[in-house]
T-cell receptor, first 112, second 113 residues
Framework: GNSVTQMEGPVTLSEEAFLTINCTYTATGYPSLFWYVQYPGEGLQLLLKATKADDKGSNKGFEATYRKETTSFHLEKGSVQVSDSAVYFCALSSTNAGKSTFGDGTTLTVKP | SQTIHQWPATLVQPVGSPLSLECTVEGTSNPNLYWYRQAAGRGLQLLFY??????ISSEVPQNLSASRPQDRQFILSSKKLLLSDSGFYLC????????????FGPGTRLTVT
């Protein structure tokens, strides 16, 4: 079956530091890949997506590239802000009713 | 534009009481609908999903059930709550014509006492 493995947290960074959250996946076929963000007490929001190999998703300074050869979709941001503090989920979807498989989430705390 | 609503936002219920959580989607038709549970500090657990009215697939056997009486309405129910049912319940929808990114509601915080 499909699976997503995320870098374990929590991750604590200082403001303006570089962020990487690793994500690798196992899937049959050609899934779409996503990063979602969850702020405290809220639902998840789609942060970015990539739908085929070598696609780069980007949004709000975050980027991730769909690497089929390494089955990875690592999230990066060059300079984090305090407002980026949240839980980040890597996910993939297949064509089975659009069911998504989520990683366990990585909690990011950015300190001023 | 599409919006998703969930209510109530918070709920405190005694063990053994019934449960009904409601989710509605506006601005789209024939969405795929999902119920997830998120325990404190944990990831998402898919409970149910639906591809159409009256079509429900259960992912995890438990004392919860789901129904989809209308195209854009998804209800999560229980006849008798357990302490272990406490958690953050999230409803989500996706479109069958897109790449299945999911759009989540604001969630319901359920505490069973």
């Amino acid at each position: 079956g499909n699976s997503v493995t995320q870098m374990e947290g929590p991750v604590t960074l200082s403001e303006e530091a570089f962020l990487t959250i690793n994500c690798t996946y196992t899937a049959t076929g050609y899934p779409s890949l996503f990063w979602y963000v969850q702020y405290p007490g809220e639902g998840l929001q789609l942060l970015l997506k990539a739908t085929k190999a070598d696609d780069k998703g980007s949004n709000k300074g975050f980027e991730a590239t769909y690497r089929k050869e390494t089955t990875s979709f690592h999230l990066e941001k060059g300079s984090v802000q305090v407002s980026d503090s949240a839980v980040y989920f890597c996910a993939l979807s297949s064509t089975n009713a659009g069911k998504s498989t989520f990683g366990d989430g990585t909690t990011l705390t950015v300190k001023p | 534009s599409q919006t998703i609503h969930q209510w109530p936002a918070t709920l405190v219920q005694p063990v053994g009481s019934p449960l009904s959580l409601e989710c509605t989607v506006e601005g789209t038709s024939n969405p795929n609908l999902y119920w997830y549970r998120q325990a404190a500090g944990r990831g998402l657990q898919l409970l149910f999903y639906s591809v159409g009215i009256g079509q429900i697939s259960s992912e995890v056997p438990q004392n919860l059930s789901a129904s989809r009486p209308q195209d854009r309405q998804f209800i999560l129910s229980s006849k008798k709550l357990l302490l272990s049912d406490s958690g953050f319940y999230l409803c989500a929808w996706s479109s069958g014509t897109q790449f299945y990114e999911q759009y989540f509601g604001p969630g319901t915080r359920l505490t069973v006492t």
